[in-house]
């Protein structure tokens, strides 16, 4: 199962390199290897390793946007399971919103 993991403000993807190995190798830490993720934790736009912000401000919907698109279309999973916190739990729910299942 995909899982989308997003950082909250004003964090980075540094916050997930404890739990990504408990999440993708379970079986490492004594947990069902069935029970494994594949992870995607991109940097939000404008943010840590994204590219530099727009002269205006990258808005929690155009966020939403992005991640979405890179799920559904760039990577192309159908479903994932998404967990964000802070500002990235904002835009987990938008791009909840915005999923496109054909």
Same mark, same amino acid.
């Given at each position: 199962? #995909?899982?989308?993991?997003?950082? !909250?403000? #004003?964090?980075? =993807? /540094?916050? /997930?390199?404890?739990?990504? #190995?408990?999440?993708? $190798?379970?079986?490492?830490?004594? &947990? $069902? +290897?069935? $029970?494994?993720? *594949?992870? %995607?934790?991109?940097?939000?736009? &404008?943010? &840590?390793?994204? /590219?530099? #912000?727009?002269?205006?401000? %990258? *808005?929690?919907?155009?966020?939403?946007?992005? =991640? +979405?698109?890179?799920?559904? $279309? =760039?990577?192309?999973?159908?479903?994932?399971? @998404?967990?964000? &916190?802070?500002?990235?739990?904002?835009? *987990?729910? !938008?791009? @909840?919103?915005? *999923?496109?299942?054909?």
């Amino acid at each position: 199962m #995909p899982l989308l993991l997003l950082h !909250g403000w #004003p964090g980075s =993807v /540094f916050e /997930f390199l404890e739990i990504i #190995p408990r999440l993708t $190798d379970p079986a490492r830490f004594g &947990g $069902d +290897a069935r $029970d494994a993720f *594949t992870v %995607v934790a991109p940097s939000l736009p &404008g943010y &840590g390793l994204s /590219f530099p #912000p727009r002269p205006e401000a %990258v *808005t929690a919907s155009e966020m939403a946007e992005c =991640v +979405a698109a890179l799920m559904h $279309d =760039v990577l192309g999973y159908r479903r994932f399971g @998404a967990q964000g &916190g802070d500002w990235g739990a904002a835009i *987990t729910a !938008g791009s @909840a919103m915005r *999923t496109r299942i054909g």
